[in-house]
Structure formats: C-alpha cells, structure tokens
C-alpha cells in the first residue's frame, strides 16, 4: 500500500488497502478467539516449555543450533499488537484519503486513530515494573512516532482546506512532538511546515527564511523537492525571475 501511495498510485493501493482492512480485522478476531482458548488452558505454558527444552536437547549437530538461534531470533521480534495494527491501517487510510482530496475522510480517520493511540498510550502507561519497562519504552517511541506522521497529515489536510486556526494547532502539536520523537531529521519536515504556514498567510520573507533553513537541515531527496519548489514558487510570487534561476 505505502509503495502505491509513495508512487502516487492511489487507484492501485484502494484494493490493497481493503484486503490490509480486512486482513486486520480477521486478526482481531483471530486474537480474541486465541485469548479465550488460553484463557481456558493455562497451564499449557509449562507443558510447552518442557516441550521445546527436550526438542533442543534432543537436537544434533549444527541443525539443532540453527532451530535454537532461529527461536531465539523469533522471540526477540516485537511484534505489533491487534490495536497498533489498526493505527497503522488508520494511518494508511488517511493517507490514501490526503491522495484522493476526500478531506472529510482524513479527519474522521485521524480522530479514530488518534483515539485509538491514546487508549494504547494509557494501557502501556498502566503496566509497571523493571520487566516491562523496555517494551513500554519501545511503545512508547512507536506512538510518538505514529501520532508525529498523523499529525503531519492533519496539518496538510487542514492547510489545503482553508482551516487555518486548525492548522496552526496542527502545526504546534508537530513542533511539541518532533521534540520528543527520536526519528531523526525531523527539523527539515518542522521547517517545512512552517513555511507552508507563512506562504499561505503572505508572510513571503518568514517563508523563506524558514525554507533555507530546511534545506540546511540536507533532507531527503523527496522532501528536498518540495522544498525547492515551493521556494521557486515563493520568488516567482515576488518577481525575482533571477533568484528563481538560481
């Protein structure tokens, strides 16, 4: 779906995004049925554990190394739980709505998603201990992360469709987020918003102060376009036909 909609392809990622919808909801439903047979056979766990320290045991040579390593690296995995698979779906989602221009739809997703990280947010909160204290952390860096990128998409989708005050609270929600998301790069994007900002209010020299300083930020090559084209953009709204040669 993320290939599609990067290649801006949205047609082609509709179909794959309902099969992702429906492939998530089929899980959850998978998940609740698994919850209530473990629920109903809970002294499994023991038995199962036996079962894998007798099948290592039992395990000869390199092939039994390799099954042990393998498991190992498995159980190192951190896999997403049915609720963090729905936010990424969410996400996808509104994505795919900022592509096609259906705003209505991107807010209604984003307030879903939105909805759905806080409620993921306050369960992980909720777990205390020194033994959950790194899987919290990891959580905790995945949500900043996924409310940073909806966000973004708020602001883009209120910026184009004339809410201002929206955006601008949009705007400050991802500057408070960047501070605390540990992806790098995130100064450029922050920029770059802003600048978005400033065009669309006629503060043409904010604007452009604020694009160079994203391009100082060396963004990636998507970004770096956009950034470049809006600053064409913003000389040729001035008149500076020789600037915007340069």
């Not at 205390?128 to 992360?145: D, V």
């Not at 918003?193 to 160079?212: H, V």
Request: with cysteine; charged share 20%.
């Amino acid at each position: 779906v993320l290939n599609s909609l990067v290649a801006g392809q949205a047609k082609q990622a509709r179909p794959i995004l309902r099969q992702l919808q429906r492939s998530v909801q089929s899980y959850s439903a998978m998940q609740e049925e698994a919850a209530a047979v473990a629920a109903a056979a809970s002294g499994s766990s023991t038995a199962s554990t036996s079962g894998y320290a007798s099948v290592s045991a039992a395990a000869d040579g390199s092939s039994g190394l390799e099954l042990s390593e393998e498991l190992e690296a498995l159980g190192q995995l951190e896999w997403l739980s049915r609720e963090q698979l729905s936010v990424l779906t969410y996400l996808l989602t509104l994505l795919h709505c900022m592509q096609e221009a259906t705003y209505d739809k991107v807010r209604r997703y984003a307030d879903k998603a939105l909805m759905q990280l806080e409620k993921l947010r306050a369960v992980s909160d909720g777990t205390g201990g020194a033994t959950t204290s790194l899987n919290n952390n990891i959580s905790n860096r995945l949500f900043l992360a996924l409310q940073l990128c909806i966000q973004e998409q708020l602001f883009q989708c209120r910026l184009v469709s004339g809410d201002r005050p929206g955006a601008l609270s949009d705007l400050a929600a991802c500057v408070r987020l960047s501070e605390l998301c540990p992806v790098r790069g995130r100064a450029a994007h922050t920029r770059s918003m802003l600048a978005l900002y400033s065009m669309c209010t006629n503060c043409l020299g904010a604007a452009e102060s604020q694009f160079r300083r994203a391009l100082a930020e060396r963004p990636r090559s998507d970004l770096l376009h956009l950034v470049q084209l809006n600053l064409a953009l913003l000389m040729l709204r001035q008149n500076r036909l020789n600037d915007c040669r340069s």
